[in-house]
């Protein structure tokens, strides 16, 4: 029912609700152009809905989260990044920004939103091995990235992913035999396309 959500959208912004709705009407809109088969008009909605400001950062976390999802993560971001003071504590917001940084290639942002989930989730070893993959893909803090690679390994001594890390974090500290052996460790019969 598009053409309703294209009306529902068109009452919040006549309404009083409008400051608080704004962004969100405009994300209506554009999932009703989609929905119509105009992807064009859609993308116009959603750059307006990513220039609202959200009074309410739940509402503007959760329009960046569906419109990185229809493909859009430019405008996912310019929405996430002026959401940042407000969401600094809140751990879905920096997954959500490692996922966008992921889709844009931008790996300086995912550098720092990796950084941020492992402050707030420094046991978990997905947030362990994103932060140290993170410093290895930009080649920054070889120590840190060392240890971190050492850690997953401790914990998980079958995972590929966290072999393939620790080798690349000896790389960044100049140990190219160690490396080398840590690879030469891995069953390469044995990987998953991500792992290959």
């Known amino acids: 029912r598009w053409e309703a959500a294209s009306r529902l959208a068109a009452q919040i912004r006549q309404t009083a609700a409008q400051t608080t709705l704004l962004g969100y009407s405009h994300y209506l809109d554009g999932q009703a152009e989609l929905g119509a088969g105009k992807p064009a008009y859609a993308q116009t909605a959603f750059q307006k809905a990513a220039e609202a400001d959200f009074t309410s950062p739940t509402v503007g976390l959760g329009i960046a989260e569906q419109i990185s999802n ?28 490692v996922t966008v940084a992921d889709r844009l290639r931008d790996a300086e942002l995912r550098l720092a939103a990796c950084a941020t989930v492992y402050q707030l989730q420094p046991n978990s070893p997905s947030a362990r091995n994103n932060y140290a993959a993170a410093l ?11 240890k971190l690679t050492m850690e997953l390994i401790a914990r998980m001594p079958d995972s590929a992913i966290s072999k393939i890390n620790h080798s690349q974090a000896l790389l960044l500290n100049q140990r190219t035999r160690d490396a080398e052996a840590v690879l030469q460790a891995i069953d390469s019969s044995r990987l998953g396309s991500e792992e290959s």
């Open 70 to 97: 229809l493909g859009y993560p430019r405008l996912a971001k310019e929405i996430l990044l002026k959401l940042q003071k407000p969401m600094a504590g809140n751990l879905d917001y920096w997954v959500l920004l």
């Open 136 to 146: 290895v893909t930009l080649r920054q803090q070889p120590a840190e990235a060392i």
